[in-house]
């Protein structure tokens, strides 16, 4: 079965500052890796994704995550946080193996917040 | 161009009535289309998928109930609401192997 984690509640940062957001994750065959975004009282949007090739994704609004096969983490970063940043932000993981149909597991989310 | 609409944004119901929540999608054809519930603003949960027209599965039993009557139409409904289906539900839908979720606005229940 797939399962996905983000050991963190929060993250504070102060703007400016690097920004990383784990998540790790458990699959048995090769895993599909997604970053979403929510802002209160609305949808999930799509950051970035990790299917095949480069390790490290480049993705919207300045964001990046970079595949570790080994420690089977995809953690979300950003060199330098803005305010605006603050939000949930959840990975999500599909295991191409042992999933037909397409279902995405999301992890419990990770709430940043991002100070002036 | 391809897009989501969920309605309505809120609703407030008593408990023990009925439900319907209506999800579309635009611009794409026989698309994967799913319904997920938020409680307490943070946990994602799969309640419903659907591969096809009439195709639905439950991912957990519940008080609620899917149905798709047409290609591009998920309906998410209920006879009896309980206090425990308040939440935010969010659609979403997956076209092509490769590709992520595009999630609605969703729809903030409150059962009183």
């Known amino acids: 079965a797939q399962s996905v984690a983000q050991p963190e509640d929060q993250v504070n940062v102060a703007e400016g500052n690097p920004l990383t957001v784990k998540c790790t994750y458990s699959v048995s065959g090769n895993p599909y890796l997604f970053w979403y975004v929510q802002y209160p009282n609305r949808g999930l949007q799509f950051l970035l994704k990790y299917i095949t090739g480069d390790n490290l994704v480049k993705g919207s609004y300045g964001f990046e995550a970079e595949f570790n096969k080994s420690q089977t983490s995809f953690h979300l970063k950003k060199p330098s946080a803005l305010v605006s940043d603050s939000a949930l932000y959840f990975c999500?993981?599909?295991?191409?193996?042992?999933?037909?149909?397409?279902?995405?597991?999301f992890g419990a989310g990770t709430q940043v917040v991002v100070t002036p | 161009s391809q897009t989501i609409h969920q309605w309505p944004a809120t609703l407030v119901q008593p408990v023990g009535s009925p439900l319907s929540l209506e999800c579309t999608v635009e611009?794409?054809?026989?698309?994967?289309l799913y319904w997920y519930r938020q409680a307490a603003g943070r946990g994602l949960q799969l309640l419903f998928y659907s591969v096809g027209i009439g195709q639905i599965s439950s991912e957990v039993p519940q008080n609620l109930s899917a149905s798709r009557p047409q290609d591009r139409q998920f309906i998410l409904s209920s006879k009896k609401l309980l206090l425990s289906d308040s939440g935010f539900y969010l659609c979403?839908?997956?076209?092509?192997?490769?590709?992520?979720?595009?999630f609605g606005s969703g729809t903030r229940l409150t059962v009183v």
């Open positions: 979403a839908w997956k076209i092509g192997p490769d590709s992520g979720y595009t």
């Open positions: 611009g794409t054809s026989n698309p994967n």
């Open positions: 999500a993981v599909r295991d191409i193996a042992a999933d037909s149909w397409g279902k995405l597991q």
